[in-house]
């Protein structure tokens, strides 16, 4: 396969294994419930289609791999100024020697045997190798990143190793980029990771790792990364470079997959037709998220009921990507428990105030005595605050644990239940819902 190969049609052909894959795993969880089990015949033509996207990608990887090795190697080989001599082979130029041309992108000068005519009708002009090499790389560049998902700790680490042959943003040729990575879908700042900022170049190594804590098996199947690149402006308009997407569901638990991809352009999230769930969109918008509700950030919390002392032990572990409350975009965050009902002052409790952070380990705990029966009786509620000196404190956001609840914090309740003097770890979604009240 040629090395000039499009990626649009591996983008392509991967849409459509991950909107198969999707379907197989709606329909397979959902027990048949929107159209039935899926024949011999569908599976054969999603394993196919799947089967045909792996090795178009794996080809893809192979080409940039290629293109990127081929251009660091005439890099490595230039020998020429670029200015009294040939930029690639050192050629000198003048009447004894060869003929120099111009570069339009690097605007360095080579001899015409190192120079590339592109003669095409609207814009002739001379490349050297390297820029002509960075263009079949691609236009916008490439990046290279790896990903890994811990199932136990419920933590997806983003190693963002380098981008090659950026599109140059700025007036000297060169750019200032950064990489930000953002969970899809979404619209809450808190899923939100940057790196640093790297100045004047093309070609930046990060090797960086971006970590979001609290990631449930249910979300690595319905969610997306969105990376992009952009470059950072000292006015404050920064410009996007490029960008690309990774359905999670694609990793493999505890496996760390590595990536080298090409830049696209912004990638349009569509909305799904109609109600059938065949054809709906990879990036499509939760239906069932409620609109009254918002993501605020993550919390880890430990429960166990020492049976020995009669107590039960809540334990404020840290919180992760809570949303900004101060202009400076950070938070001073502390968490607020309350065992109710009819527990009285002794019922509430209050972690320290962690300044400047939306990621604050607390790694305190609290105990309330109490009979092991009475637990099935009652609720916890968890609020985290944004602490303000000589104004009231903003509330960030909150979950209740106990029976009435639902999901993970009923099942986390429950467990506590269950398992006696046995310590168990859960995250908790911390939501900014009218519905569920917290007094500060």
Known sequence: MSDTFCSSSVSHELQRASNSAGLWWTMNTSGGALGGELTDEEKEIINNVLARAAMMEATEQER???????????????CGDGQSHCLLCAASFGPQGVTAVLCVQCKHHMCSK???????????????????????VTTLGSLEFSLLYEQE?????CCIIRAKGLKPMDSNGLADPYVKLHLLPGASKSNKLRTKTLKTTLNPVWNETLVYHGITDDEMQRKTLRLSVSDEDKFGHNEFIGETRVALKKLKFNQKKNFNVCLERAIPVKKAVGGSIRGMALYEDDLNEGENSEERGRILISLMYNS???????????????AAMDSNGYSD?????????DMGKKAKNKTQIKKKT???EFNEEFGYEIKHAELAKKTLDVSVWDYDMGKSNDFIGGCQLGIQAKGECLKHWYECLKNKDKKIERWHV???????????
């Open 333 to 341: 965050p502390f968490v607020k428990i309350c065992l109710k009902p």
């Open 114 to 136: 190192c120079g590339i005519w592109n003669n095409s009708r609207t814009c002739p002009m001379w490349l050297c190798r390297i820029c002509n090499e960075q263009q079949e």
């Open 64 to 78: 940039i791999g290629r293109l990127s090795s081929r251009l660091d190697n005439i890099k490595k080989t230039a």
């Open 358 to 360: 939306l990621n604050p």
């Open 153 to 157: 700790t419920h933590v997806l680490q």
């Open 430 to 440: 911390l939501l900014n819902d009218n519905a569920v009240q917290f007094e500060d």
């Open 308 to 322: 020995q002392q009669s107590r039960l032990i809540v334990g404020v572990v840290r919180c992760a990507h809570l």
